[in-house]
Structures are given as C-alpha cells and as structure tokens.
C-alpha cells in the first residue's frame, strides 16, 4: 500500500503509490505534503505551496466567514475578468472531491454554455466524458444530483433519470440572503459568480438517494429564506463551477469582458447529514408524505431562466462549432455553413492525414447538421457520431430558439413567433398578408407568395423549436407549433416584426424618396422593395448626351420593323419601353394600348416587346373583365404577385371603364376582399399594364388612363410578315444590356439638368412619370410619347357630344334655368337640332327621349367644361333646373419640378455609395 498524503487543497487523506505523486484534486504540477510531516521538507512544502499563490495559510475572511488553518489560502483579488488571479483548483478536481462516490452505473451532469447562458437550452453531458474539456471562456455548471442513463443510452438531468442528490446549493448569498443569516454554519464551498454575488454549496455527508427526501429538504432551506424561492429543486438544480465565466452581458466589465467565477472558500471535509443541516440552521423540516400545495412558479424553468419567459433566443454561437473549438478540432469557415475540422478519428486515416472533414450546420432538412469524412470510415461516422463524441445533444445541434407555450400568455407567444419569423429572412408583411418572395427555376422571373395557414405553421416549426410543459413528465417537450397560436398570427392585419414589403424589382431602380439609383440586390429598407437581379449583368453607361444617343439607337433599332402611323406613335411605344424598365419607381403610370386595322399587325408582338423589359418572365396574359365583379377579382389574384406585366391580349371590345381597371390606372394601392379567404388584402398597383386589339380602346374615364399606340402594315395579309431581327428575342437573350440602355438615357437627362419640354401637363402622369418616360425621349429630339393621350381627352366622343347638347341647348335657352321636362318637350316641338344633340346618347326608349335618364346624365356631367361651356344646376319654379354658361378655362400649369436629388446612385441597400452621375 504506498503512503497516505495530506492534499493541502482539500483538507483530505488519499493513497498513493509514492510520496510527491500529483494529487488528482488540484492542478497539475502542484505536489502535496506529507500527512503529519516530520521533517522541515515536509512543513517546507506545505509553506510553500501557500506561499506560491501569494496568500496566507490560517485564516481566509469573506464577510463574516472564516477558513480555518491547513484550509485554502485566499485566491487573489480575482473579480471580473479573472484580474488579479485564477482559481486554484480545476472544474475536474473540484467535481472529484464533491462527488467521492456515485449509485452503480449513475453518472455526474455538467453543462456547459457559451456567452450569455439565457440563451438556449440546458443540455446535460457526462462529466466523466468531458469535463476535462470544458473550457475556462464559458458557462459551465455541475448538477446537485446524479442520474442514471436513459433506455436508449442518451444522458440527461432530468427527474425521472434521478439517481442521486450530492449536495444542496444556496443561491444569491451576500444579495438577496445576507451571510448573517447563516450564523456561523460553515459552507463546503463559496463561489463569487457576480460582483458580490455568491453561490454555497453544503456537501452531503451521504448522497440521498430519497427524490422525496432532497425535496423537502431544500423547501425547508427555501422557506427560512436561506435560498432564492426560484430555484427549481435539488433533482434539477445547476451549480456554477469553479473555472467559469458568467456571460450575462449586465455582468460584463466595461470593456465587455465577462465575470470570472472566482472560488472564494474551499472546504469540502465539511459535510453534512440532512438533519445536521436542520438543525444547525435552525429549519423547519416538513414532514414526510404529500407536500403542502404552496404558491410557487407555474412552470418549472431551468436555472436561469425567467420563469416567465416564453422565448429563449438560440447560442450566440453554434453549439457544436463551440465543441469543436474546445476540442481544439475546428479550423476554419467554408462559407454556407460549411466548415473545415479535424476529424475526431483521425488515427484512422491514411498517414493520419488531416484533410476531408467537414461540419455542416443544420437547415431545414438537416435538423442537426451533417458531418462528412472523405476518408475510408464515411460511413461509419455520420452526424450522430460526431455529435456523442463531443457531448453535445440533439436540443443544442439544432441550434434554434426555443419558444414555449406557457398559458395566459398568447400573445408574448405569437410575437416571439412573429420575431422568430421574421429573423429567418425570408417572410414579408405586404398588405395585411405574409408574404414570401418566390423565383420561377424555369424563367427565373420571381413573384410575391402569400403564406397560407398551413405554411406559416411549417414556417414556424422551421424557425423555432416550440415546447410546451408535459405534467407528467415534469418537464418541458417538444411540439408542434399551436394552431390557435399560428391562426392568430395569420389573422393578423399589423405585425411588428416582420418587415414591410412594397413590390419587387427585377432590375436596378431609382429609389423614389431620394432619385438613388439602387444597385444592389436584396432588400432595401427605405424603399421597402426587394429587389431579384444580378446588378453586374446592367452595365450603365457614363450618363452623356453621346451616351444616352447611343442608347437610343440601340433601343429603336428593336422597333425599326413595326409599322407606327405617326412618329408620335413610335415615341410612345418607347415611352411603354421605358415605363417598363422604371415602374417599381412611379407612383402611377398609363396602361398603353395597341391598336391595329387587322390581325396579325403586330400588336400581340409589340406587347411581348415592351413586357420584355419589365422582367425575365412573360407577360401575365388575360381576357379584358366584362363585369366589375370579374375585374376585381382577377385584377386582385394578379397583384397579389406583384407581377411585371398584365397583358389583355386580343381584346374584342373597348376598355370599359370598371371600377377596379380605373383605379389600378391611377391610385397607388387598392384593397378588395381576396376570393375563397375570409380577408382582405391590399396590394400595390406598380405593374405596367398593356391591352391590343383590332379597332378597339380606351373610351369614356379610361381615355385620359390609356396611352394608345397605332399601327397599321398598310396590306392586306399583314399576318405573313416577319420580323427578321427577331427583336423580341434579341431582348430576352440581352435584357440586362438593353434595360441598361434605358437606365442610360434617363441618367443622362437628369444629369444634364432634368430639362423639360414646353408641353401641356397631364394629370395624374405630369410627375414622375413624365420625369422618367416622357420628357428624357423629347430630350434626345422624339416629338411628345403623350400626344395620342392628349389627343384622347380633348377629342373624347362623349365629350364631343355633350359638347353639342350644350350648344344646342344654349341657343334655345340661353343661359336661362330650365328644368329637364320643358327642354325635352320644347326639343320636340321647336328645336330639331337640341332634340337630335339628345339623342346622341343612349336616353331614348321607344322613340322618346326618357327624361330621367337625361337628367342623370345632366348630373353626371355637372361642371364638365365642353369647349367653354358647361351644365350648372339651378332651380326654376321650384323644381330642379339646369343652364348652360360660358366659362373661361384656366391655362395649365406646368408639372413641378422634382424635389429630391436626382445626381445618385446606390450599390449597396444598408450603406449606399453615392456618386455624381
């Protein structure tokens, strides 16, 4: 038997094989004295064991405790940071000493966690597998209890796997429980976890292995106020060690260093039976059988853990990079989640070659990751492998957050959710809805999707991992996210985290706050849009008039084999070209109109032309609605994507003016209830819209909304032409060099001054749109692309019409009150030319003039000016009364000039580079 040592650490007796072997309790290189030494070497060693710490052996006070002599001489000043000091004993030592014996086949939990330990779970490992492991620059904790392994072999602190309580922890001493309380009893261990904050440990002589017994004993520590009444229980409960550091940031010095544990007492000989601690403390011990229902937290939470809290954000950093850190295994990131490591078995490998090992971090159909050597064992280490290797579970490698559904508290639980959500990157609120944006793998053309119930409940499982209390098992478990849960957030009409989505662009934009040109990809905070392109693919040229005529060329040569009636109609079909590249800019813009004589003219073709330009998709081809209610429905379903282009091709009638077709023309949003879904949704209008047909327009509200474009082959089977440069295709082979061009010619001009031409002002498109499609042509010597529009509002049939029942009327009556009644019967007795005027419009049944639907028609058209005339109401022998009166119309006004900056452009979102253009 070799000789008994005296561990001056410990204060206890152990065996070894010779004199001056390393004591297992403290840190290797420290040798310990001989048991009663007899000769000066021996007292020489203990002296100088005390000595080299720089403390003094015998006495050692923290507030009103003391350590007595052979005891552990006082660490330094340690403190935050660890300054002035490090612990004098090892996490592996000190769980050797408190735990000198376990139940057979019973295992120690220690747990380790990085930054602030609030966040994520409290997974439990086998201190006998990595405690040596545990790194100094964490959180690390040692469980009051051991447990026995699971049925399946897994490892964890819970209360059904209890096998044994060691110790009892009293939390918060020197705060919230003032050491005088203690009166004298003297603590196996004190640790300071936070400035002048401490954790005791009272060492249990015997390990009880009565759950019941542990329980009551530690009420009864709670109940005298020795104890923070939060703690969860003695089968549960974690103790700090040591060599540790405490990550919550209000703890942190002000150079953001943490807390470094710092073991204050050391003195593990003392130990306790339960009674000694009752009595000595002076507790009131309850007695055995079913426990007095007390108030206490709801739902038990781990050491902490607010126990209100229903969402716990996930690691700073992930779990198993973390382990492998500590394991000194990692060496660098890959990018995309990948990262290179050392293979644990690397003994296995040819020539132990370091090479071939990877760590993938979880997604969404890899919950916990992947691992992957390229070397002759692939298959036999996988994921599962690495993970028990490094003592890490299944709850950490997935590395999310944890959302648990506590009740009372819905609605903490959906805004964590939403939060939750939102941190994912890939969810929107647009219009009262969730959104998501979606690409086409086949066009590449991308689209807003609204999540429906089912997805945000799949969305949410991906985004979090949700618990909720299991009674039975006494303790949180995974599930499902709640249907009410997600039917209240879906339901929703405001959110507070997800991040609002105005439209789309599928190329560079100028931002309409400011004129920056955004170049960059992604999503754009202050214009609310994402944009889906690839900005080194649009090349902008320096902005110069050479340049913007260069461009120009470029563009008309696409048009050069269409048949436009006027030239004025050529510069409109480029005006349609440049509205397409910049309408995720303007507010509003005219939907244009292309007519023919025939079929086959080349309307269809010109249409796919221009909606070429607006993205890498086709248009989004429609029949023309007949009733407002299809028009509301189908508009609305094809907002809802934010598409490019909506096309009404081959149209058989005129442009009837809906109510819907009128407001997408001109309002910025419109809300309509979305069909076979109890909500309603608003959606943006920022889509070009195009119509065609033969002999067919925009009539009556719509002729001031629609910009017609006339063409017409001038022969008789225009159906055989061809277009030999094929200029549709040469678009979509090339769109990012000819959508530049455009965005050229634009720069230029407002480079150049932003000049505009002396034409009349159009209202609703005198602003931005005039800015950008109308006047920057006029610049490069087109003649005005709005000509036909004007044309339209002031040669409107209609207004042709009213304007000769105004005439006819003021030559009877003057300016004379009549009411409806006499002009029609004077009409018909005296005046064939009013009576003629009359019938012009659709008020005449069976041969009479219907008086109530002219004066409907009267009130309808109050006000209108009609070639300086216009209807007044009036009232004559008591009765509703009309007059014509000559009126002089105000000159227009030209549109104001753009406020913002216009000379910038953006490449990146969050940090624009602003530059002269």
């Known amino acids: 038997m070799g000789l008994r040592r005296y561990c001056c650490l410990a204060g206890r007796l152990h065996r070894a094989r010779q004199f001056g072997a390393r004591c297992p309790v403290i840190r290797p290189g420290i040798r310990c004295g001989r048991t009663q030494p007899k000769d000066n070497e021996g007292r020489a060693a203990i002296s100088t064991f005390a000595d080299s710490f720089g403390g003094r052996r015998g006495v050692l006070n923290t507030n009103t405790l003391t350590v007595s002599a052979n005891e552990l001489p006082k660490a330094g000043k340690g403190g935050k940071s660890g300054k002035g000091g490090e612990s004098l004993i090892t996490n592996a030592a000190f769980v050797e000493d408190v735990f000198p014996s376990l139940p057979e086949a019973a295992f120690v939990a220690v747990c380790s966690k990085s930054g602030d330990p609030g966040a994520g779970g409290w997974p439990a490992s086998r201190a006998d597998k990595v405690i040596e492991q545990l790194s100094a620059d964490n959180n690390n904790y040692v469980g009051c209890s051991s447990f026995y392994p699971g049925s399946d072999g897994s490892f964890k602190a819970r209360k059904d796997h209890f096998a044994a309580c060691h110790f009892l922890l009293l939390d918060d001493l020197g705060t919230k429980v003032p050491f005088g309380r203690l009166a004298g009893f003297e603590l196996s261990w004190l640790i300071e976890t936070s400035p002048g904050n401490y954790q005791g440990g009272i060492v249990l002589s015997d390990p009880v292995t009565d759950s019941a017994m542990a329980v009551r004993l530690l009420n009864a520590v709670i109940n005298a106020g020795l104890c923070d009444p939060g703690a969860t229980g003695p089968l549960s409960r974690w103790a700090r060690l040591p060599v540790a550091i405490n990550g919550k940031p209000k703890h942190a010095d002000q150079a953001g260093e943490p807390f470094r544990c710092r073991l204050v007492e050391w003195r593990t000989a003392q130990r306790y039976t339960p009674q000694e601690i009752v009595d000595r403390l002076q507790l009131e011990f309850a007695p055995a059988g079913r426990p007095k229902r007390t108030a206490k937290a709801l739902i038990p939470l781990p050491n902490g853990v607010d126990s209100d809290e229903v969402l716990m954000p996930r690691a700073a950093e992930n779990p198993v990079v973390a382990a492998l850190k500590a394991r000194g295994l990692y060496k660098t990131p890959l990018g995309s989640g990948k990262h290179d490591v050392t293979c644990p078995w690397l003994h296995e490998h040819t020539d132990s070659l ?45 590395h999310k957050p944890v959302i648990r559904v506590v009740a009372g508290d819905l609605h903490r639980v959906v805004d964590a959710a939403e939060k939750e959500l939102a941190g994912q990157g890939r969810h929107y609120q647009t219009g009262g809805l969730i959104v998501s944006v979606a690409t086409d793998p086949s066009s590449g053309d991308p689209s807003i999707v609204p999540t429906s119930a089912p997805a945000l409940t799949r969305e949410l499982s991906v985004a979090a991992t949700w618990e909720k209390y299991d009674g039975r098992a006494e303790d949180w478990v995974r599930c499902d996210p709640p249907t009410r849960h997600t039917a209240v957030l879906y339901d929703a009409q405001h959110f507070r985290h997800l991040p609002p989505l105005a439209g789309l662009a599928r190329q560079p934009y100028f931002r309409e706050s400011d004129g920056v040109l955004i170049t960059a990809a992604g999503y754009d905070k202050d214009s609310r849009r994402f944009g889906v392109f690839d900005a080194r693919q649009f090349v902008v040229a320096e902005p110069t008039r050479d340049a913007a005529r260069t461009a120009l060329i470029l563009l008309e040569d696409l048009l050069s084999e269409f048949r436009f009636v006027a030239a004025t109609d050529k510069a409109a079909a480029l005006a349609a070209i440049f509205t397409a590249v910049v309408r995720p800019t303007l507010p509003n813009a005219p939907g244009f109109h292309v007519r023919a004589p025939l079929p086959g003219s080349g309307k269809t073709y010109l249409c796919e032309l221009i909606g070429a330009f607006g993205g890498p998709g086709g248009n989004a081809k429609v029949s023309y609605p007949t009733t407002p209610e299809e028009a509301t429905k189908v508009i609305l379903s094809l ?153 339209q509002v002031r040669h409107d049939p209609d207004g042709d019409a009213l304007g000769g029942l105004m005439t006819e009327w003021h030559a009877v009556f003057g300016s004379a009150p009549t009411t409806v009644r006499k002009a029609v019967e004077t009409a018909a007795r005296e005046s064939t030319d009013l009576l003629d005027a009359m019938r012009e419009f659709p008020v005449e049944e069976r041969g009479e003039i219907n008086r109530s639907k002219l004066g409907w028609l009267l009130k309808k058209n109050a006000n209108r000016i009609v070639g300086s005339l216009e209807f007044q109401k009036s009232a004559a022998d008591g009765r509703t009364a009309w007059r014509v009166v000559a009126v002089n119309s105000p000159p227009l006004t030209p549109s104001p000039a753009s406020s913002w900056p216009v000379e910038k452009t953006a490449t990146h979102t969050s940090n624009p580079v602003v530059m002269e253009i």
């Open 354 to 398: 370091d090479t071939g090992a990877a760590y993938f971090e979880p997604d969404e159909f890899f919950s916990v990751g992947g691992f992957c050597c390229q070397h002759s064992h692939r298959d036999t280490y996988h994921i599962r492998a690495l993970l028990e290797f490094l003592g890490v579970r299944n709850a950490e490698a997935r």
């Open 639 to 791: 907002l809802l994507t934010s598409p490019a282009v909506i096309e009404f091709d081959d149209m058989d009638a005129d442009w009837i003016p809906h109510g819907t077709i009128k407001r997408m023309l001109t309002a910025e949003q419109i809300t309509d209830r979305i069909l076979g879904v109890s909500k309603t949704a608003t959606v943006s209008t920022r889509t070009l819209f195009l119509g065609s047909g033969n002999n067919v327009g925009p009539v009556r509200d719509l002729l001031r909304r629609v910009l017609t474009i006339h063409i017409d082959p001038r022969c008789a089977t225009p159906a055989t032409m061809t277009y030999k440069g094929s200029p549709v295709e040469k678009v979509r082979r090339q769109r990012e060099r000819y959508v530049a061009a455009v965005l050229t010619i634009i720069a230029a001009w407002r480079k150049a001054g932003s000049r505009r031409a002396d034409v009349d002002s159009i209202a609703t498109f005198g602003g931005a749109w005039s800015d950008y499609c109308r006047h920057p042509l006029m610049w490069l010597g087109h003649p005005d692309p709005a000509t036909a529009l004007l044309e």
